[in-house]
């Protein structure tokens, strides 16, 4: 008979989870909501990067950006409002916020960030608005009425002013975009119940990934869009895109990394939980998936496509999909953290499974239905605010 | 009626002015013409809770629960769901069955809460046991409450003596608090859609009773008290050198629930 000596004896053997710890609270729908609003952060840093930055070859997309966060942005509370169970009291975390709660903070941070982008949408495309408006008829002259916020001045002058204030709106955008991700990332950071949370690398891991994911969302969409209307593909948009999505791209992986090399580096009593975590139910989607398949490749891919000159058409074939494959990173990272993190119970000894269902309240229909719903009002706002510049120069020709 | 007979034996003159100031009168009232309510009738439990009408008592309450005492048989379990009629497949309170064998391995499961008890030994154990204890779980009551911190609405709160409870009518449901609890106590009740977890049976005992499971525990193995009270158990057991500990103690919630005899095994 023997004694345990290192006191090893509280490891796991037996897989007890704790009998409150079967079922995942937080599924799909909190798996939406950092993915979303990374989007909106990623998005409006490619439109900073030309407004505050000046990096010209992004003119092409710089506006279009800006309307592409707007859009997630709208749906981003939408996964929140479904996965709360008295929706109808949401606004109470606004109305009576408890000061210490990191998620009471979101409504304001939220509403702050909304106001930021929608003024500056409407400086940026004021002159474009007051040129449609002479053509419009009916309610969509009434609309363009509304959105030129009564001034018609479109002098050089005026021009200017409105220059400063777009500068300054996407100044100050940039912080609060950082402080929109860095917070969500925080509201799991900061739980210390959760060894998989519970890290200070957290806001950080989930602001960089939402750069990555909003690059790539604006790569894919401007060439699928081009494509679609058969418009020409500014090429060196695109290189210039894949240059800071490769940029990036190495600070998210390597920091995803070291958040865990540390863990297993510093072996706490945590790390025997997140080691059988990682090595059972996280394999397949952690490092099967996020880190072998679309983390990997795409990290060799966009080395390759920055540093070597690659022929226009095998830019325009690879760009599109490896900006694919880091959209499908992302959402594989948030479900990583989100639901890997509940799988192991508080027992330190044990870890449930989670399945989503397709047609309950919080599943993967639902679930399809909030990620298409930014796609289709992006589309509703390309009827009323032209995308690019070009059409602009077409329509008003 | 008995409690009554004992506050009038107790100091006449108090109980007197207590009449005339009102606070027994009112229940004078309801015991001798139709009958009091339930609680009323059975004694008090909690020295001093029944004439403790202020909105926080003064008392700071200990819940200690002695590992080596309880045999498993989940009345606590059956006591407790009956108390607040708990969705199957939640657990204000469970019992955890620990066996360590000859080869140092610890088994620990806890089938339906400990709820139908532990009639039959486990099957699986592959070497001879060792050592078996139970353990029973349930609120801590955190003098720094995870739950309470991070609830955005505070929906969760804590008590001035020291109970953290959850406001029905304001829980937002949005399970934060539950994600923030080291211990797993709380779940998202599917009827109410709410947070809900183990108060202690606060409201018995602002009625001067023990709450549910401490009372129907064959063998006294959870205790409940007042620390203040330097005639109560809990005082005396944690002010004596006993074996005591809390739960995850690292995590710096530092708990109101302690553990008698509790063993590293114990998580
Ligand atoms: S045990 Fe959990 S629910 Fe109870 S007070 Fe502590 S943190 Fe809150
Ligand atoms: S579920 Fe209710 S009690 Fe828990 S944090 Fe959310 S609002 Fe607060």
């Known amino acids: 008979m023997s004694v345990a000596a290192h006191g090893e004896t509280l490891a796991a053997v037996s897989n007890f989870v704790f009998p409150n710890d079967f079922h995942v609270h937080w599924s799909l729908m909190i798996v939406l909501y950092p993915y979303i609003t990374g989007l909106v952060a990623g998005a409006f840093i490619v439109s900073s990067l030309y407004h505050v930055f000046h990096i010209k070859a992004l003119k092409p997309v710089a506006r279009f950006s800006l309307l592409f966060a707007l859009a997630f942005l709208i749906c981003a509370t939408w996964p929140l409002l479904n996965h709360l169970g008295h929706p109808e009291r949401a606004l109470s975390m606004m109305l009576t916020p408890n000061p210490t709660s990191a998620m009471a903070g979101f409504g304001y941070i939220y509403s702050a960030y909304f ?33 030129s916020i009564g001034s018609d001045n479109v002098s050089e002058k005026a021009l200017k002013v409105d220059h400063k204030i777009i500068s300054f709106l996407a100044a100050i955008g940039i912080p609060m975009a950082c402080v929109l991700h860095g917070y969500v990332g925080f509201i799991f950071g900061g739980i210390k119940a959760n060894p998989l949370w519970a890290t200070p690398l957290m806001p950080l891991i989930f602001l960089l990934s939402a750069c990555v994911s909003g690059i790539a969302g604006i790569i894919l969409t401007y060439i699928l869009l081009m494509k679609l209307s058969g418009k020409e593909i500014d090429v060196e948009c695109v290189q210039t895109l894949v240059k800071f999505l490769w940029g990036f791209f190495i600070l998210d992986f390597v920091f995803e990394m070291l958040e865990l090399f540390s863990h297993f580096y510093m072996a706490t ?99 399809i239905i909030i990620m298409v719903a930014p796609v289709v009002i992006l589309w509703l706002i390309g009827k009323v605010l032209p995308f690019w510049l070009d059409d602009e120069v077409a329509e008003a020709a | 009626m008995i409690d009554i007979k004992k506050e009038i034996q107790k100091d006449r003159r108090a109980f007197i002015k207590n009449v005339l100031s009102g606070t027994i009168a009112g229940s004078l009232l309801m015991v001798i013409p139709a009958g009091a309510a339930l609680d009323e009738r059975l004694p008090e439990e909690l020295p001093g809770m029944r004439g403790d009408d202020s909105p926080f008592t003064k008392n700071k309450f200990a819940f200690i629960v002695d590992v080596t005492a309880c045999i498993g048989c989940g009345s606590c379990c059956v006591a407790d769901k009956n108390e607040y009629n708990v969705p199957d497949g939640n657990y204000r309170t469970w019992v955890e069955r620990y066996i360590i064998d000859d080869h140092d391995e610890v088994f620990v499961d806890s089938p339906n809460g400990g709820l139908d008890g532990y009639t039959k030994p486990r099957a699986d154990i592959p070497n001879p046991v060792r050592d078996t204890f139970f353990v029973p779980k349930l609120c801590n009551m955190c003098e720094k409450p995870s739950c309470v911190q991070v609830c955005p609405v505070g929906a969760t709160y804590r008590t001035d003596d020291g109970f953290i409870l959850i406001d029905k009518s304001r829980c937002v449901g949005c399970g934060y608090c539950i994600q923030a609890c080291p211990y797993s106590v709380r779940f998202l009740n599917p009827i109410s859609r709410t947070a809900e977890k183990c108060t202690w049976c606060y409201h018995r005992v602002r009625k001067g009773l023990l709450p549910a499971c401490v009372s129907v525990c064959p063998v006294h193995a959870r205790k409940f008290g007042d620390l203040n009270d330097k005639t109560s158990e809990v005082y005396k057991l944690l002010r004596e050198p006993h074996v005591i500990s809390v739960l995850k103690p690292e995590m710096g919630n530092q708990p109101a629930l302690h553990y008698l005899g509790l063993r590293r095994e114990v998580v």
């Open chain 1, 269 to 367: 009593h945590h790390w025997h939980t997140l080691e059988t975590l990682y090595s059972g139910p996280l394999f397949n989607t952690f490092w099967v998936a996020q880190v072998g398949i679309f983390s990997v490749i795409p990290f060799i891919l966009l080395m390759f496509m920055s540093l070597i000159r690659f022929k226009d058409s095998l830019l325009l074939f690879f760009a599109p999909i490896v900006s694919l494959m880091i959209l499908i990173q992302v959402l594989l990272m948030r479900w990583n953290v989100v639901v890997g993190g509940q799988l192991m119970s508080k027992s330190e000894r044990g870890s449930t499974t989670f399945h989503p269902m397709w047609l309950e309240k919080e599943g993967i229909l639902p679930a």
């Open chain 1, 115 to 147: 106001i930021v982008l929608l003024l500056e949408i409407v400086f940026i495309f004021r002159p474009t608005v007051v040129a449609l408006k002479q053509k419009a008829t009916g309610g969509m002259k009434a609309l363009y009425g509304i959105l």
